[in-house]
């Protein structure tokens, strides 16, 4: 991809279009290095350095720019050099005992980021993506995975309606419920959360009839979306 298309990736409907988007720093890179080694669609990746990375190993198809030429193509205020293009994949089908974390309206990309890296942590856990969530390749999103985006099958405009079809056993993490570390919380296949704003909507009471929720003081309306995921992903791995 020319640099001026990739430029174009900053926004949603060319990386849509193009079915491409981008990867800024070390850290994601290397990780999507990691994946590439595993996955051949992803070594047609195109990655651009500024001169001080010149000689960085990869197995990509390389370009030197200028500074100038970075600080238009990175989405950071201080860009570390490295851009890669990478392509949109087709999501893995689901494998032999995951599970799936269900997010309606996740709009906030520092969370789907931090989501994203706990369920690489834990393993076998996907995520899904209601209808008017943030897009999973935004810049902000790519960078906050830390490179978990390429560890952890993510399906979009998933509708909550779908999901009794495809999930036997369903359940809702919300404000009231049981507590998580209930004997029966281990029991579903796929576990829906709401946004921190409005929560779920009506309609998941009546396709889900458990509830659970996380125990606390009281001393806040409520948790952070990304970290009742990540302490409901650490209770369905704890032994």
Known sequence: MKLDDARMLHQRKYREELRHFLVEGEHP?????????????????????TREHAQWRSPFDTHVITSAQMAKLAETKTPQGLVAVVPMLPVPAPRPGERAIYLHEARD??????????????????????????DLYNGKVVRASMGALFQ??????????????????LARV?????????????DFDCYLFGSEARGLPAEAA????????????????SLNL?????ICAYELNRT
């Open 174 to 186: 919300e404000m009231r419920g049981e507590p998580v570390f209930s004997p029966g919380f281990k």
């Open 109 to 134: 990309p520092g969370n789907l980021g931090t989501i994203l890296r706990t369920l690489a942590w834990f393993g076998k856990l996907r995520c899904l993506l209601s209808p008017g969530s943030v």
């Open 152 to 169: 952890v099958a993510v399906e979009v405009d998933v509708e909550l309606s779908s999901l009794p079809e495809r999930f036997p056993r």
């Open 226 to 230: 990304a970290s009742a995921v990540n």
């Open 206 to 221: 009546a396709l889900v009839a458990r509830s659970f929720s996380i125990p606390g003081c009281g001393g806040t309306e």
């Open 29 to 49: 890179l290397l990780e999507l290095q990691k994946a590439a080694r595993l996955n051949p669609a992803l070594r047609g990746c195109v990655l651009y350095v």
